[in-house]
């Protein structure tokens, strides 16, 4: 009789006594699983930060400084000039209130070569982006776009040695900039002596 209680207890308790440890082993694994999946975000969330940083604008650099690093480049801005025309050529699509401006360098270091092929744009910050439409080197000029004839020559002319790009840009402009293919952006202000020019 003794050990029939004995045994009839054993059987009821033995299901419990099985399913216990597979419970706490089942715990733990959904413990371990879990844990990497939450390191896992937080490191998801923390890289996204990086997309809604928000980007420094580029802090244009003056033309006057005594030389300017850009690329494989070094070399300092001469002089802004403006006149009627580029050794008496103007682009076909001109306006009444346009005017062209040359912008002359000086090559410190660097492929004058290079330099020459360089696609720097004119800007006043905000819409006008110009691309040169004449190229002055070595006493020689380049058209870089469709030109026409006027009647009206410039006195201008750049150092011998000294490269100068001709931009059409809007009369009075006080602010505008070199856009470098490479990114950086250099301020004329400094050079610009606004004239308006007649006719």
């Known amino acids: 009789m003794v050990k029939r209680s004995y045994l009839k207890i054993i059987f009821i308790f033995l299901p419990f006594i099985v399913l216990i440890p597979c419970i706490i082993y089942a715990f733990f694994s959904a413990s371990e699983i879990s844990h990497p999946l939450m390191i896992k975000s937080e490191a998801l969330s923390s890289d996204s930060s990086v997309f809604t940083a928000s980007i ?3 802090k244009a650099i003056p033309a006057s400084q005594s030389s300017l690093a850009i690329g494989d480049f070094e070399f300092r801005v001469v002089e802004v000039v403006f ?3 580029a050794m008496g050529f103007v682009p ?3 306006g009444a209130s346009d005017q062209v401006m040359f912008v002359e360098f000086e090559l410190l270091a660097g492929s004058k070569e290079d330099f020459k092929s360089l696609e720097i744009r ?3 910050g905000s819409s006008l982006k110009a691309n040169a439409f004449i190229l002055i080197s070595n006493g ?3 058209m870089l776009a ?3 004839m ?3 020559s410039s006195d201008y002319r750049p150092g011998e040695d000294n490269v100068a790009w001709a931009y059409l840009v809007p009369k009075g402009a006080d602010k505008l900039y070199l856009n470098f293919p490479t990114g950086e952006v250099v301020d004329l202000t400094p050079f610009i002596r606004v004239k308006q020019i007649k006719g």
């Open 146 to 148: 469709t030109v026409t």
């Open 140 to 142: 020689m000029t380049q």
């Open 122 to 124: 004119v800007s006043n």
């Open 56 to 58: 420094p604008v580029q």
């Open 83 to 85: 006149d009627q025309t």
């Open 150 to 152: 006027k009647g009206v």
């Open 92 to 94: 076909v699509d001109i």
